[in-house]
Structures are given as structure tokens and as C-alpha cells.
């Protein structure tokens, strides 16, 4: 058994300012993928001007907040958000979705594509592979905080978090999904869009293996305690969510080399 590292959530506490590691994990997926991204640009279209990022980057951003915490509250605990609806802004304590996040994203790249005569896929292609770069800060501010942690195991690495009113060595479950979501999913968007894909190509391939990564990972995490298992002792609401990701993400591949020739790679 490994011991946890008792990391403090607090960061930096300047009186009764507190900085929290899982804010602070935002920041730096955000900053991460804009200093990709700017890196890409060229290559994306080499009209686009830095501020012109900006803004995307800025509305995605909106996208991933509004839309990650708007997600928990209507997928994982709503009743006790319609109870105390002052809950919603206490992110720092957690509860975000990264499925309500990825809805915002979508909504937002809608919306800015539209303003900047960018196709929907044009842009989603253009973002996907810097999207686990967030993922797998967040998952490091999941660790931080000792939450999300998986079930009971007696594997070397188990792990008894402070958080656990059981005190049980336990898989954790976040450094899984660091490992998967962030560094896998990132290695395998970022060589496969080296080279000319069709248009959808890349977000049918973020889509297809971000869902396989969370649904094995969710057979070893415990789910939410309001929630629990959906069916038959297994499924939770992660693995429901993730099935139409996996079942679009193939869709996506097939039509976009069924119907689109290649276009020019986007990556350095």
C-alpha cells in the first residue's frame, strides 16, 4: 500500500483569500491549451489573429465552467442544488461533469464558429487535442482534494484517503484517470492529427477514446453516493453517459472518411 501524500487543497491563503489547487488546476489546463493552440494556429488558418484565440479560448472556457458545473447539478445531484441553490458556486469543493463541461464546449464552438465562418467540426477538430491537457489537471486536483477515489482494493498501490469514512485501502482512481484521460488521450489525438484527417476525423477519435477510458475507469470507482449504481450493480451514471460519446465517436470516423477528403494537418 502507498501512503497518501496529504497534499492541502488550499494553495495559497492570504488571509480569508483562498487559493485551491483545483482552481489553480483549471488555470493551468486553460493556460496549457492556449500556448498549444497558439503554437497551432498557422496551421489552422493562418488568418486568425492571437486576439481572435483569445476569444475563443475565453468562451470555450466559459463553455467548460458554466457547462461543468451545470452538468453536475442536473446529472448527479439536482435535488440537493433545488434545496440550497447557493451550493452551485462553491466549486471549489468540486462537483464538475466533465459530460456538462463538454456540452458547453460544443455549445460555445457553435456560437463562435458561426461569428467567424469556422464549421463546428472545423473548430472541434482544431481544439480536441488539447482538451486532456485539462482533463489531466483536473484529475490531479481530484487527487488534491481526495475525492472521486475508486473501491476498496489490496493492489501495491492502493491508497487510504482522508476523506474516507471507512479508512479502506482503495484504487486511486484519479491518478487512473490522469494516466488515461489526460496523457493516453493526449499521445493519441496529438500524433493522429500530425497528419491530414478529414474533417471529423479528430473529434470522432476524442470522443470514441475518451469515452472506452472513463467507462473501464468507472468499473473501479466509486460511484456518486447520492446516485450509486443505475443497473445491475455496475453502471453508473459516467458509463451511461459515456456510451453515446463511444457510439458518436465510430459514427464520426466512419462519415468523415466516407465523406471528406483529407485536410491539411494541423499540429507543429
Known amino acids: ?38 503554437r497551432r494556429l498557422n496551421r489552422f488558418d493562418p488568418t486568425w489573429t492571437k486576439e481572435k484565440l483569445s476569444d475563443m479560448v475565453f468562451w470555450m472556457s466559459m463553455g467548460v465552467i458554466v457547462g461543468g458545473r451545470l452538468g453536475y447539478v442536473l446529472f448527479y445531484d439536482l435535488n440537493a442544488y433545488l434545496a440550497n441553490p447557493t451550493l452551485i458556486f462553491e466549486v471549489w469543493k468540486g462537483g464538475m461533469s466533465f459530460h456538462g463541461g463538454f456540452i458547453g464546449v460544443m455549445l460555445a464552438a457553435l456560437w463562435f464558429g458561426k461569428k467567424n465562418d469556422k464549421s463546428f467540426f472545423q473548430l472541434m477538430d482544431f481544439v480536441a487535442p488539447m482538451v486532456p491537457i485539462g482533463l489531466g489537471a483536473g484529475r490531479i486536483g ?52 500530425r497528419k ?42 459516467g458509463q451511461v453517459l459515456c456510451l453515446p460519446m463511444i457510439v458518436g465517436g465510430l459514427f464520426l470516423i466512419w462519415l468523415a472518411y466516407r465523406r471528406a477528403p483529407a485536410a491539411p494537418a494541423a499540429a507543429v
Open 196 to 237: 491530414p484527417r478529414p474533417t471529423m476525423a479528430v473529434s470522432g477519435m476524442f470522443a470514441l477514446f475518451y469515452g472506452i477510458f472513463r467507462f473501464i475507469v468507472e468499473f473501479v470507482r466509486v460511484p456518486d453516493a447520492q446516485l450509486g449504481y443505475l443497473a445491475w450493480n455496475w453502471l453508473t451514471m
Open 1 to 38: 500500500m502507498l501512503p497518501y501524500p496529504q497534499i492541502d487543497p488550499v494553495a495559497l491563503a492570504i488571509g480569508p483569500l483562498k487559493i485551491h489547487w483545483y482552481g489553480l488546476m483549471y488555470l493551468i489546463g486553460i493556460g496549457g491549451a492556449w500556448w498549444l493552440a497558439s
Open 142 to 193: 481530484n487527487f488534491i482534494n481526495a475525492e472521486l477515489w475508486g473501491k476498496a482494493t489490496d493492489v501495491p498501490w492502493a491508497m487510504v484517503f482522508p476523506t474516507d469514512p471507512a479508512q479502506l485501502a482503495r484504487h486511486p482512481s484519479q491518478l487512473y484517470q490522469f494516466a488515461l484521460e489526460g496523457v493516453a488521450l493526449f499521445a493519441i489525438l496529438w500524433l493522429f492529427s
